[in-house]
């Protein structure tokens, strides 16, 4: 099994910053995307921002040149710097993981942590 261990979230006003980490232990033989997702209220949950292993990354339009995801292959961890946040960035963050055992592929969700942004 893996666990995953989500860190980070708060309450900041509009324009602040925020640095999520997400670190994954277990039964790791590897570790393939590594993403953030994030879902408001009344709203589906949205994919965020994603790193390859090799270090690829896509983010979604509204949050380019605000965000960085990055990750520490030694430590198992990925992270999600956010700048200039926005009350529209409100909303629990979940960080997902392609985990690969040496047998079969996983799929690990964080437990989420709450983010909010006041105006």
């Known amino acids: 099994q893996v666990q995953l261990v989500e860190s980070g979230g708060g309450l900041v006003q509009a324009g602040g910053s925020l640095r999520l980490s997400c670190a994954a232990s277990g039964s790791i033989f590897s570790i393939n995307d590594m993403g953030w997702y994030r879902q408001a209220p009344g709203k589906q949950r949205e994919l965020v921002a994603v790193?390859?292993?090799?270090?690829?990354?896509n983010y979604v339009d509204s949050v380019k040149g605000r965000f960085t995801i990055s990750r520490d292959n030694a430590k198992n961890t990925v992270y999600l710097q956010m700048n200039s946040l926005k009350p529209a960035d409100t909303a629990v963050y979940y960080c997902?993981?392609?985990?690969?055992?040496?047998?079969?592929?996983?799929?690990?969700w964080g437990q989420g942590t709450q983010v909010t942004v006041s105006s």
């Open positions: 997902n993981v392609m985990v690969w055992n040496g047998r079969n592929m996983g799929d690990y």
């Open positions: 790193i390859t292993s090799g270090g690829s990354t």
